[in-house]
């Protein structure tokens, strides 16, 4: 079946690193995404990774995949206020008819505090 | 590249009222997803489209509401006749199979209010 999950709440002091988690179920899929959501405003892509790769660096940004667990997170280094945010965690399924259909998990709403 | 338009960006309306968003995809992109966000339910796909061809609408939620595409620049979302429960942030989203890494660019939202 089809299903993403997510902690629903982080909080973290600003400087500090932040560590985003997120489980899926399907073992087909072969796109992994993560997206950032400010108040008020649309899901912006922040990165993805293939699932034949185990790391990402993208600057601040690490995503990991522990592919044997189903296991993805999102690593932000020296966090700053302004990634206060919620964070989405998404797949593409192989067999998703139609080859494009997100799964989204629920959000992991990211507080840093001073 | 403008990005993904939507409007409005806000509607209010009364109940029974017929209620119409769109959405602009970005240019060169061949499918066009719509999202309701609610806080109870989050993110839902209504609705996709693949050259302007309904996919899947298997999370339309009920008659009331009806998606069209007539071009490749263009798409409406409409609900007739709009109730309370409609109330919810609607997305527009495309992307390109030419990208094979197929991830989705969202418009800013239509945050719907129905009174």
């Known amino acids: 079946g089809e299903d993403v999950e997510q902690s629903l709440f982080l909080s973290v002091r600003e400087g500090d690193s932040s560590v985003i988690n997120c489980t899926y179920t399907?073992?087909?899929?072969?796109?992994l995404y993560w997206y950032k959501q400010e108040p008020g405003a649309g899901l912006q892509l922040l990165t993805y990774?293939?699932?034949?790769?185990d790391m990402k660096q993208d600057q601040r940004l690490t995503v990991l995949l522990n592919k044997k667990d189903k296991h993805l997170s999102l690593r932000i280094a020296d966090t700053q206020t302004g990634d206060s945010a919620i964070y989405f965690c998404?797949?593409?399924?192989?067999?998703?008819?139609?080859?494009?259909?997100?799964?989204f998990g629920a959000g992991t709403r990211l507080a840093v505090h001073p | 590249d403008a990005g993904v338009i939507q409007s409005p960006r806000h509607e209010v309306t009364e109940m029974g009222q017929e209620v119409t968003l769109r959405c602009k995809p970005i240019?060169?992109?061949?499918?066009l997803f719509w999202y309701r966000q609610t806080m109870m339910r989050g993110l839902e796909l209504l609705i996709y489209?693949?050259?302007?061809?309904?996919?899947?609408d298997s999370g339309m939620p009920e008659d009331r509401f009806s998606a069209k595409m007539p071009n490749a620049s263009f798409s409406t979302l409409k609900i007739q006749p709009s109730e309370p429960r409609d109330s919810a942030v609607y997305f527009c989203?495309?992307?390109?199979?030419?990208?094979?890494?197929?991830?989705?660019?969202f418009g800013p939202g239509t945050r719907l209010t129905v009174t």
């Open positions: 990774i293939f699932s034949n790769m």
């Open positions: 399907d073992s087909s899929s072969t796109y």
């Open positions: 240019s060169g992109h061949d499918y």
């Open positions: 989203a495309s992307s390109s199979r030419r990208r094979f890494s197929y991830e989705q660019y």
């Open positions: 489209f693949n050259n302007n061809v309904p996919i899947d």
């Open positions: 998404a797949e593409i399924p192989l067999f998703s008819g139609g080859y494009n259909k997100l799964i």
